[in-house]
């Protein structure tokens, strides 16, 4: 049976070299999924970030994850402090989730 569910949209840019730590980070707290986009690209506090650039072997990552409102609240107690150390940026939003059967949620 299929259902709606009141979530929050976690959304979060890092270096890819920090990908590792961000996925432990997330674990420890409880999340039971997340999607990474690899060579994400943009303009922002770091400058320009092309990901079309052949000498940028570093690049960014686009994580992404749906929480419930609890669960949110966890990820980001340890998710603050570690932006402020090796920054970032990490955007939450409420969504709207249909749940199928099968399905995970954090």
């Given at each position: 049976?299929?259902?709606?569910?009141?979530?929050?949209?976690?959304?979060?840019?890092?270096?890819?070299?920090?990908?590792?730590?961000?996925?432990?980070?997330?674990?420890?707290?409880?999340?039971?999924?997340?999607?990474?986009?690899?060579k994400a690209g943009g303009l922002g506090l770091r400058g320009l970030r092309?990901?079309?650039?052949?000498?940028?072997?570093?690049?960014?990552?686009?994580?992404t994850l749906v929480c419930k409102e609890d669960q949110t609240v966890r990820?980001?107690?340890?998710?603050?402090?570690?932006?402020?150390?090796?920054?970032?940026?990490?955007?939450?939003?409420?969504?709207?989730?249909?749940?199928?059967?099968?399905?995970?949620?954090?």
């Open positions: 049976m299929n259902s709606i569910l009141s979530t929050k949209r976690i959304e979060i840019v890092i270096e890819t070299e920090k990908l590792e730590e961000l996925v432990s980070l997330l674990m420890e707290a409880g999340a039971k999924g997340y999607t990474v986009i690899k092309n990901p079309d650039n052949a000498l940028w072997d570093e690049g960014n990552v686009f994580v990820i980001v107690q340890g998710l603050h402090p570690w932006l402020k150390k090796f920054g970032g940026m990490c955007l939450i939003s409420d969504c709207v989730r249909l749940e199928v059967e099968g399905s995970a949620v954090s």
